[in-house]
C-alpha cells in the first residue's frame, strides 16, 4: 500500500506547494516513485477548454507522474476564494469519495503521494465537509508548513492545537519564509521549535531575507 504525507499550513499563501515541491524532490532522489495530489483548488484559469490551476499544475511537474490532471486535481474551481463558496457558486458539491477515489488511483501506481491541502486545517469545503475531514478519511499523517511572517506564532500554536484535537497525526513543522522582510527571523523560529510540540522538519529562508537563517535548517525527511 502506498504511503503518504498530507501537508497542510498556517493559511492560504503559506508556502505550503515550495514545500510540497521541495518534498516531491527529496523522495524522488530516493528513488521513490511520488505522485503530487491536490484534491481541491479555488483559483483557476482556462487552458484548451479546461481549467487548471497553478499549484496543482507545479506539483504534476514536480513528481513527473503520467497521471491525468483530473486525477491529481479533482476539483478545480476557477474563482481564488475559499473553496466552499467556489464550489457554491460553480455549482459543484465537493464529495469525499471523488477524493478518496482519485488519490486511490495515484497511490496503486506511487511509492508515495503527497497531497497538498487548500488553505489551513479546518478550511470548509462544503455542507459537513472540510480540509481535516479529507485527511482523517485519507489516513495520512500530517506535515504543517508555517508561514514565516508576522502573525505566525499564534497561526502555528493554534493549527497544531487544532490538528491534535481533530485526531491528525502530526510529523513535524517546516517554516516556509514567504516575507522577506520579516523582522526577527531568528527569534521566531526559536520560539517556535521551543514552544511546538512537534518536532522541526526544516526551514526554507526566503532568498531575499534581510536576515540569515543562523543556524541553517535543510529540509529532512526523518521520520517522514
Given amino acids: 500500500m502506498s504511503r503518504g504525507i498530507f501537508v ?16 516531491i524532490r527529496a523522495l524522488r532522489a530516493r528513488g521513490l516513485r511520488v505522485a503530487g495530489f491536490k484534491p481541491v483548488a479555488a483559483g483557476a484559469d482556462w487552458c484548451d477548454g479546461e481549467l487548471r490551476n497553478d499549484d496543482a499544475l507545479a506539483l504534476k511537474r514536480e513528481a513527473g507522474h503520467a497521471a491525468a490532471y483530473a486525477t491529481i486535481n479533482p476539483y478545480c474551481l476557477e474563482a481564488a476564494v475559499a473553496p466552499h463558496l467556489a464550489a457554491a457558486e460553480a455549482g459543484v458539491a465537493i464529495e469525499l469519495g471523488v477524493i478518496l477515489a ?5 497511490a496503486a501506481r506511487s511509492d508515495v503521494v503527497v497531497v497538498e491541502g487548500a488553505g489551513g486545517w479546518l478550511v470548509p469545503l462544503g455542507p459537513g465537509l472540510d480540509m481535516q475531514g479529507v485527511a482523517l478519511a485519507l489516513g495520512l499523517p500530517v506535515l504543517l508548513v508555517v508561514g514565516l511572517r508576522l502573525g505566525c506564532l499564534n497561526h502555528a500554536l493554534l493549527s497544531e492545537r487544532a490538528i491534535l484535537a481533530g485526531g491528525g497525526r502530526l510529523l513535524g513543522w517546516i517554516g516556509s519564509q514567504v516575507d522577506p522582510g520579516m523582522a526577527r527571523l531568528n527569534g521566531n523560529v526559536a520560539t517556535l521549535t521551543e514552544r511546538l510540540g512537534a518536532p522541526c522538519l526544516g526551514v526554507i529562508a526566503h532568498p531575499a531575507s534581510r536576515e540569515r537563517l543562523d543556524p541553517p535548517r535543510p529540509l529532512t525527511l526523518e521520520g517522514l
Fill in 8 to 23: 497542510t499550513g498556517t493559511d492560504t499563501g503559506c508556502g505550503k506547494t515550495h514545500v510540497a515541491q521541495a518534498l
Fill in 102 to 106: 482519485a488519490y486511490a488511483q495515484l
